[in-house]
Nanobody, 122 residues
């Protein structure tokens, strides 16, 4: 059974930083593309970033590529999202997701975590 478990939820002030983690189990982690998505209240879920299982290739939403960094540690079966210069508009539930295909631009993922809340106060 595949499980993706996010951690690192928090309340931060605008301008602050936060790192989210997502621990994966039940899959061969180093063959999966991993991604982060977020959903703000009253809005649709949106793509944040993705990272390939090899080569360090990444893809970011344009509005976040200068402030967010996705990374992974295949030895720990964990993907991270380092967020900096946070703004109130970044307040959302953040989800990690995994898929087998290598296309970082395709947003259809096979497995999803339960989400973790990030709140940025002004």
């Amino acid at each position: 059974q595949v499980q993706l478990v996010e951690s690192g939820r928090g309340l931060v002030q605008a301008g602050g930083s936060l790192r989210l983690s997502c621990a994966a189990s039940g899959l061969t982690f180093n063959t999966y593309t991993m991604g982060w998505f977020r959903q703000a209240p009253g809005k649709e879920r949106e793509f944040v970033a993705a990272i390939a299982w090899f080569g360090g290739r990444t893809n970011y939403a344009d509005s976040m590529k200068d402030r967010f960094t996705i990374s992974r540690d295949n030895a720990k079966n964990t993907v991270y999202l380092q967020m900096s210069s946070l703004e109130p508009m970044d307040t959302a539930v953040y989800y990690c997701a995994g898929k087998r295909d290598l296309d970082l631009l395709l947003l259809a993922y096979d497995y999803w975590g339960q989400g973790t809340q990030v709140t940025v106060s002004s």
